[in-house]
């Protein structure tokens, strides 16, 4: 069993960034791919981000390439993203996921999630 906690949400002008943060409990983390997601109101809940247990093996929705960054460190159980460059398209509640059998853009695939983080993006 895998719990997930998203932080770093927030309010952020047009341009800003932000640091999303998703703590994993248990000693397995290492061995788990994670994904970040994100839902903006009224649509359905999209890949944005995701890396490999390597921590060097990454992919990126067309949408935020060049914006986002995911990255993990395993010695502390946590995988981030970082949000460059934000737009008010990317406000939206932003989860983390994690799938024990590699790295997947497919949400359905994925074993466990967290409860989300809202980032809302003023223009």
């Known amino acids: 069993q895998v719990q997930l906690v998203e932080s770093g949400g927030g309010l952020v002008q047009a341009g800003g960034s932000l640091r999303l943060s998703c703590e994993a409990s248990?000693?397995?983390?290492?061995?788990?791919?994670m994904g970040w997601f994100r839902q903006a109101p009224g649509k359905p809940r999209e890949f944005v981000a995701g890396?490999?247990?390597?921590?060097?093996?990454?992919a990126y929705a067309d949408s935020v390439k060049g914006r986002f960054t995911a990255s993990r460190d395993n010695a502390k159980n946590t995988v981030y993203l970082q949000i460059n460059s934000l737009k008010p398209e990317d406000t939206a509640v932003y989860y983390c996921?994690?799938?024990?059998?590699?790295?997947?853009?497919?949400?359905?695939?994925?074993?466990?999630w967290g409860q989300g983080t809202q980032v809302t993006v003023s223009s």
């Open positions: 890396i490999r247990t390597d921590g060097v093996s990454t």
């Open positions: 248990g000693r397995t983390f290492s061995t788990y791919a």
């Open positions: 996921a994690a799938r024990r059998l590699g790295l997947s853009i497919t949400q359905a695939l994925y074993d466990y």
